[in-house]
């Protein structure tokens, strides 16, 4: 595995930084805005002068507490969200002022039903796909009815600068993230998959943009540099992509091992990577049209059809120089599992590549077999 840099954070060390930040914004009066999922349109949270915090659960601590209350055989980022907030133990579910989220899967929806007995949720209704125009409106009327809700709940006011200035902001923030990314595309990539993941994941937990811009923008240009000092005409091990379900909650039992096992894992087709990145919102026309597009566009598997992942599917394995493709499948996750026929056969058929799905959940029970999994996949690829 490719060392790490002396000054970086590990996840629950930024975690636990975060809260300390957090704390202090609200003692100033800040507002907190709890959110789930890639589809939020952060840029509204902003724009009424609060602070957009995810609460995705990549811990199986809490899970115990919210199988109290939800089926076991549940996806474990859902067990994992709702055990924190019932149990009471995560400080940025008692810091958010309100819950922000949306209708994706179906165990998320209803999920949120629960929470919103422990803590105001405002469920957006995304709609099931995105063909027609019927699609596009609906979501657009989400946006304006977000509008009231966060002036009501957070008694603000939005107005159209605020908003057209958040827009500019996040898209500053996502082509710095997206240069961040694409190192990975250097042969051998200079930075760990590892790394990638932890950094995105604990950027959460900064609450000022412009600072996580400039975090991203740093790191991108100390690996640009170390590229050429270092690793530029070197032998490279062989490039993974991880697609499929967001990989934090497993990050220590599969991107890390793939790492010491021998491989470099270049790329994330999830939403730990480009997906909701690489495609900015409209600058030039009405900003609730513009957010409604772009958060329309991502093509995560709860959308039917979906042709869009595999499109970007196969752009990311040409453009990462991908030698497999291994998919993470969280246990019960209905629609990733059966959209990972149409990945297997994609990678397998048309891009002739090896594919391996790897259906886990965030206990350790099952390390020693995804260990001797992942080490035949590699060798296969050797
Ligand atoms: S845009 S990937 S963050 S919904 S919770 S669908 S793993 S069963 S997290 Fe997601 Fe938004 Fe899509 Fe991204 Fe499956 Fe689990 Fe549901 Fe999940």
């Given at each position: 595995?490719?060392?790490?840099?002396?000054?970086?954070?590990?996840?629950?060390?930024?975690?636990?930084?975060?809260?300390?930040?957090?704390?202090?914004?609200?003692?100033?009066?800040?507002?907190?805005?709890?959110?789930?999922?890639?589809y939020?349109?952060?840029?509204?949270?902003?724009?009424?002068?609060?602070?957009?915090?995810?609460?995705?659960?990549?811990?199986?601590?809490?899970?115990?507490?919210?199988?109290?209350?939800?089926?076991?055989?549940?996806?474990?980022?859902?067990?994992?969200?709702?055990?924190?907030?019932?149990?009471?133990?995560?400080?940025?579910?008692?810091?958010?002022?309100?819950?922000l989220a949306e209708t994706?899967?179906?165990?998320?929806?209803?999920?949120?039903?629960?929470?919103?007995?422990?803590?105001?949720?405002h469920v957006m209704q995304l709609?099931?796909?995105?063909?027609?125009?019927?699609?596009?409106?609906?979501?657009?009327?989400e946006?304006?009815?977000l509008?009231?809700?966060?002036?009501?709940?957070?008694?603000?006011?939005?107005?159209?600068?605020?908003?057209?200035?958040?827009?500019?902001?996040?898209?500053?923030?996502?082509?710095?993230?997206?240069?961040?990314?694409?190192?990975?595309?250097?042969?051998?990539?200079?930075?760990?998959?590892?790394?990638?993941?932890?950094?995105?994941?604990?950027?959460?937990?900064?609450?000022?943009?412009?600072?996580?811009?400039?975090?991203?923008?740093?790191?991108?240009?100390?690996?640009?540099?170390?590229?050429?000092?270092?690793?530029?005409?070197?032998?490279?091990?062989?490039?993974?992509?991880?697609?499929?379900?967001?990989?934090?909650?497993?990050?220590?039992?599969?991107?890390?091992?793939?790492?010491?096992?021998?491989?470099?894992?270049?790329?994330?087709?999830?939403?730990?990577?480009?997906?909701?990145?690489?495609?900015?919102?409209?600058?030039?026309?009405?900003?609730?049209?513009?957010?409604?597009?772009?958060?329309?566009?991502?093509?995560?598997?709860?959308?039917?059809?979906?042709?869009?992942?595999?499109?970007?599917?196969?752009?990311?394995?040409?453009?990462?120089?991908?030698?497999?493709?291994?998919?993470?499948?969280?246990?019960?996750?209905?629609?990733?599992?059966?959209?990972?026929?149409?990945?297997?056969?994609?990678?397998?058929?048309?891009?002739?590549?090896?594919?391996?799905?790897?259906?886990?959940?965030?206990?350790?029970?099952?390390?020693?077999?995804?260990?001797?999994?992942?080490?035949?996949?590699?060798?296969?690829?050797?």
């Amino acid at each position: 595995m490719l060392k790490l840099p002396e000054n970086f954070q590990d996840y629950s060390e930024a975690r636990q930084q975060g809260f300390i930040k957090l704390k202090e914004l609200k003692e100033r009066g800040k507002k907190v805005v709890g959110i789930f999922c890639t589809y939020t349109p952060t840029e509204m949270v902003l724009a009424a002068g609060a602070v957009p915090v995810g609460l995705c659960g990549m811990s199986d601590e809490p899970i115990p507490a919210a199988e109290k209350f939800l089926p076991k055989n549940l996806c474990p980022l859902i067990k994992s969200s709702y055990g924190f907030a019932v149990s009471d133990t995560c400080p940025y579910f008692y810091f958010s002022d309100m819950i922000l989220a949306e209708t994706t899967c179906d165990g998320k929806k209803k999920m949120y039903e629960m929470m919103n007995e422990l803590k105001y949720t405002h469920v957006m209704q995304l709609p099931p796909g995105r063909s027609g125009s019927t699609a596009l409106h609906s979501w657009y009327d989400e946006m304006l009815r977000l509008k009231e809700v966060l002036e009501q709940q957070l008694e603000t006011v939005i107005t159209e600068d605020d908003l057209r200035n958040a827009i500019r902001l996040k898209n500053r923030e996502r082509k710095a993230t997206l240069d961040f990314f694409e190192i990975g595309r250097l042969k051998p990539s200079p930075v760990s998959g590892y790394e990638i993941s932890t950094i995105m994941d604990s950027n959460s937990f900064i609450f000022d943009t412009e600072e996580k811009i400039a975090i991203l923008e740093e790191r991108t240009a100390q690996l640009k540099k170390d590229y050429q000092e270092n690793f530029a005409g070197k032998p490279s091990r062989p490039r993974i992509l991880i697609t499929g379900c967001p990989s934090g909650g497993v990050r220590d039992k599969i991107i890390r091992q793939i790492e010491e096992l021998g491989a470099d894992m270049v790329a994330f087709e999830n939403c730990s990577g480009p997906r909701a990145q690489k495609d900015l919102v409209a600058e030039d026309k009405d900003p609730y049209l513009a957010l409604a597009e772009k958060y329309l566009r991502i093509n995560c598997s709860v959308m039917s059809p979906n042709p869009e992942r595999i499109e970007a599917l196969g752009e990311m394995l040409d453009e990462y120089s991908v030698d497999g493709v291994i998919e993470i499948i969280l246990q019960a996750c209905h629609t990733f599992a059966i959209e990972s026929y149409r990945v297997r056969k994609f990678v397998t058929e048309e891009k002739g590549l090896p594919y391996m799905a790897l259906e886990t959940d965030y206990s350790q029970t099952d390390t020693g077999q995804i260990n001797t999994r992942i080490s035949a996949f590699l060798e296969i690829i050797d």
